[in-house]
C-alpha cells in the first residue's frame, strides 16, 4: 500500500489558549489552530476538524475527513489547569490500617494542597473490628463526610493487605449505598487505581485521580460521542502521560495529566533520532507556558514516580517544568521591575492586540508592537490583531510607569520575558557543547536565538510543525496497557497465578481496544522492593530469579503494546564544506525594532524552496514566526525543519 492510499491519522492536543489539529494523509501533513473553548471544550475541538476538512476537501465535510480516518489520537492540558486552578469537585477521605491522616502532609506543599482538596472532610476506620462494628462506623463516616460537602470520596488504607481491607470496606458500603440510587456519592478505592506499596504515594494519586475524574469524564465522553455521529470509524484515543494511547472508558483520569507536553516530548524523542542528536533541550512556548524537557541518548528524562504539584505519585511522568510564561502571559510594572506571570489572559478575553476585552500586556502585544508580528498574517490570517490596542496596553503597564516609549517598552519587556525562560532552562539542566535546543509550540520559535545565546546554545532546531508540534508528536505513540499486581507469597505457583490473571486481564482489555493479546508485543517485569530501593528484573521465562528474601514486597507488571502507524520523518541538513546550501528567496521585507534600532529585515516564507541565509531576518510561516538575530544563519531542508546556528558552526547531518 503506497502512502497516498493510507487511511489518515488524526492528532488533536487540547491546550488552555489553543487547540492544535494535525491531519497526516500520507506523505502530507495538514494542521489548524483552533481558539479553546473553556465553557466547551467538544467545540474548539470540532471547529479545528472542520478547519482542517476545508484545506483537505476545498469545502467543510468532517463526515468524509472522519470516514478517511483510521486513528483519532487526543491530549489535553485541562486536567493540569484544573488542579492548578483548583477548579474540581470536593474530596472526602477514609483511611484506616495505620494511615494516618497527618502523614500525608509531612510538608508545607502537600499541606496546602491537602486543605485545598479535602480541608477537613476525612474520617479514619479502626478495621480490627468484626463486620457489624466496621458497618455502623463506615457509614458515620460517609454521612460526616457527605454533610461537610464532600461529593466524591476516597479510601484508602495502609499496610500489607491493605487492598484486602479495602474491598471489605467496598461490600460493606456498597450495601448501605447502592451506586444506582440518584444521588449516590462516588467512592473510589486507592487499589482500584494503582498497586504501590507507598500507602501515602498510593492515596495521593487516587485523590488526585478523583478530582479530576469528573471535569475529564464529561468533557471526554461528549467529544467521543460527537466523534460517532459524524460516523468516526474507531474510538476517540487517549494519549497518556506515559507515551500510549488507548480508549477514553479504558483510561484513567490522573492518566491525563500533562500529557500534552509528554506529546511535544515524544515528538522531540522522533526528531533527535532522525537528526542524530545526542542532546535535545526542548522549549515548548504556548500561551500560558513554557513546557521544558530533555532527550538524552534517545530517552525522554523521566520520574520513576512522578510530582503532581510537587506531590509525589505512584506513577512514571516524564520530567517536564512548566513555567508561567507564554505569550499570553500578563507583564506589568510592580515596584519599578518588569514582572513577567504566571498569570495569563489565555484565550479569554486573550491578549490586548485580540480586541476580545483583554487589556493586559503580554508578549504577543510586545512583539507586535515590535514590528515582529504581521497583524494581517497573524493566526494564519484568520484572526485580527489590534496595534493600536497592543500599544495602549504596553504603555499602561510597562512604558508609562517606567517612563519609556512604546518601542523601548516593547523591547524591556522581550528581555524580562527571555530572561525567565532562559533561567529556567538553566535551572533544568546543565549546558553541554553538544546540547541543542529545540524551539516549538506558536512562540517558541519567536525569539529562539536570543534565548540560545542566554543559555549557551549554538544550535538551534525549528520543526517545521512547531506550531503543533505536541499534536504532531501524539502520533508516535501506540496503544498500550499496563497490568500490575503484588506477588502474595515469592513462590514459583503464585507466580504462575499472578501472571495467568494478569494476562486474562491483558487479554480483555485489548479485545476492548479491538486487539487480540497475540498480535501485541508483551513485557514482564518483576520489581522487587530490597533495602528500600526498588529493583527491576525482566521476566524471559516466567521463572522467579534465584535468592528473592521470602518476605520480600514483589511487584509483578505486564505491559502490553499494540504497534500502530506513527509519521514519517524527511530531511536533512547539509553540510557547508561538502556542498553550499542554496540561498533562501526573500521577496519582501519587515520594518522591526530590536535592539539595533528599527530596520528592514528581509522576511523569507518557509512554503518557500529550501535555503539558507545569515541574519538578521525573519522567517515566517502560518503558525509562527522566528527573529534571525545578527550572527546567526538559518538552513531551510525540504521537510520544512529549519537549523539555525552561529555563524561559526557547522549544521549536523541526519542519520537517515
Not at 304 to 323: A, I, K, N, Q, W
Not at 508 to 517: I, S
Not at 548 to 567: M, N
Amino acid at each position: 500500500m503506497n502512502a497516498a492510499s493510507l487511511p489518515k491519522l488524526i492528532n488533536i492536543d487540547n491546550g488552555g489558549t489553543l487547540t492544535d489539529i494535525c491531519v497526516i494523509d500520507g506523505e502530507r501533513v495538514y494542521r489548524t489552530k483552533s481558539v479553546t473553548t473553556p465553557f466547551d471544550l467538544s467545540k474548539c475541538v470540532f471547529d479545528g476538524l472542520i478547519k482542517v476538512s476545508r484545506q483537505i476537501y476545498g469545502k467543510e465535510d468532517l463526515i468524509a475527513l472522519l470516514a478517511s480516518t483510521d486513528h483519532i489520537r487526543y491530549s489535553t492540558t485541562q486536567g493540569t489547569n484544573a488542579l492548578v486552578e483548583r477548579k474540581g469537585p470536593r474530596l472526602g477521605l477514609i483511611t484506616g490500617g495505620g494511615l494516618a491522616v497527618d502523614g500525608l502532609y509531612d510538608d508545607e506543599r502537600c499541606a496546602e494542597l491537602f486543605v485545598a482538596l479535602v480541608a477537613d472532610r476525612f474520617a479514619t476506620l479502626d478495621t480490627r473490628t468484626d463486620d457489624a462494628t466496621l458497618d455502623a462506623a463506615a457509614v458515620r463516616a460517609v454521612n460526616q463526610i457527605a454533610s461537610a460537602g464532600a461529593n466524591r470520596i476516597v479510601v484508602a488504607f495502609a499496610g500489607r493487605d491493605s487492598s484486602a481491607q479495602e474491598q471489605r470496606v467496598k461490600r460493606l458500603l456498597l450495601r448501605r449505598f447502592p451506586s444506582h440510587l440518584l444521588g449516590a456519592i462516588p467512592i473510589l478505592y486507592s487499589h482500584e487505581v494503582l498497586v504501590d506499596d507507598d500507602d501515602a504515594r498510593r492515596t495521593w494519586t487516587a485523590l488526585f485521580n478523583a478530582f479530576l475524574h469528573p471535569a475529564m469524564e464529561r468533557f471526554l465522553y461528549r467529544a467521543e460521542h460527537g466523534l460517532r455521529e459524524f460516523r468516526a470509524k474507531r474510538p476517540l484515543l487517549i494519549f497518556r502521560n506515559d507515551g500510549q494511547s488507548a480508549r477514553v472508558a479504558r483510561t484513567i483520569a490522573i492518566k491525563t495529566y500533562s500529557s500534552g507536553p509528554r506529546g511535544g516530548m515524544e515528538g522531540a524523542r522522533a526528531l533527535a533520532r532522525h537528526y542524530g542528536f545526542q542532546r535535545l533541550l526542548t522549549m515548548d512556548v504556548g500561551g500560558t507556558t513554557t513546557d521544558i524537557g530533555l532527550i538524552e541518548k534517545d530517552e525522554v528524562r523521566a520520574d520513576r514516580y512522578g510530582r503532581v504539584e510537587g506531590v509525589m505519585t505512584g506513577f512514571p511522568l516524564c520530567d517536564v517544568v512548566s513555567v508561567g510564561v507564554g505569550g499570553s502571559s500578563i507583564i506589568e510594572t510592580i515596584d519599578g521591575a518588569i514582572r513577567v506571570g504566571p498569570q495569563s489572559v489565555g484565550s479569554a478575553p486573550g491578549p490586548a492586540c485580540f480586541g476580545l476585552g483583554g487589556r493586559e500586556a503580554t508578549m504577543t502585544d510586545a512583539f507586535l508592537v515590535q514590528g515582529l508580528l504581521d497583524p494581517a498574517g497573524f493566526f494564519g490570517g484568520e484572526l485580527k490583531i489590534d496595534l493600536e490596542r497592543a500599544r495602549s496596553a504596553v504603555m499602561a503597564k510597562v512604558g508609562e510607569p517606567l517612563g519609556l516609549s512604546d518601542e523601548q517598552a516593547a523591547l524591556a519587556m522581550e528581555s524580562a520575558w527571555v530572561e525567565k525562560i532562559a533561567a529556567a532552562l538553566r535551572g533544568y539542566t546543565s549546558i553541554t557543547p553538544d546540547t541543542v535546543l529545540a524551539a516549538f509550540g506558536g512562540g517558541g520559535p519567536l525569539v529562539a536565538c536570543k534565548i540560545a545565546e542566554a543559555i549557551g546554545v549554538e544550535r538551534v532546531i525549528i520543526p517545521g510543525l512547531a506550531a503543533v508540534f505536541s499534536a504532531f508528536g501524539i502520533g508516535f505513540s501506540d496503544i498500550g496497557h499496563l497490568y500490575e499486581a503484588l506477588l502474595p507469597e515469592v513462590t514459583h505457583e503464585h507466580l504462575q497465578a499472578v501472571l495467568a490473571d494478569l494476562t486474562l486481564r491483558a487479554q480483555r482489555g485489548m479485545f476492548a481496544e479491538g486487539f487480540a493479546l497475540e498480535d501485541c508485543s508483551v513485557t514482564k517485569t518483576l520489581t522487587m522492593l530490597v533495602e528500600g530501593a526498588e529493583q527491576r528484573i525482566e521476566l524471559l521465562e516466567d521463572k522467579l530469579p534465584p535468592r528473592i528474601e521470602a518476605d520480600a514486597q514483589v511487584k509483578v507488571s505486564l505491559a502490553v503494546v499494540r504497534a500502530i502507524r506513527h509519521p514519517r520523518l524527511e530531511g536533512s541538513f547539509g553540510d557547508p564544506s561538502e556542498r553550499g546550501v542554496p540561498p533562501a528567496i526573500s521577496r519582501s521585507s519587515r520594518r522591526v525594532h530590536t535592539d539595533e534600532g528599527s530596520c528592514d529585515l528581509p522576511l523569507y516564507r518557509i512554503e518557500e524552496e529550501p535555503g539558507g541565509a545569515v541574519g538578521p531576518a525573519v522567517i515566517e510561516e502560518s503558525f509562527f514566526t522566528c527573529r534571525l538575530d545578527r550572527g546567526w544563519r538559518f538552513e531551510i531542508n525540504a521537510a520544512g525543519d529549519i537549523l539555525l546556528s552561529r555563524a561559526a558552526s557547522v549544521p549536523v547531518r541526519s542519520k537517515s
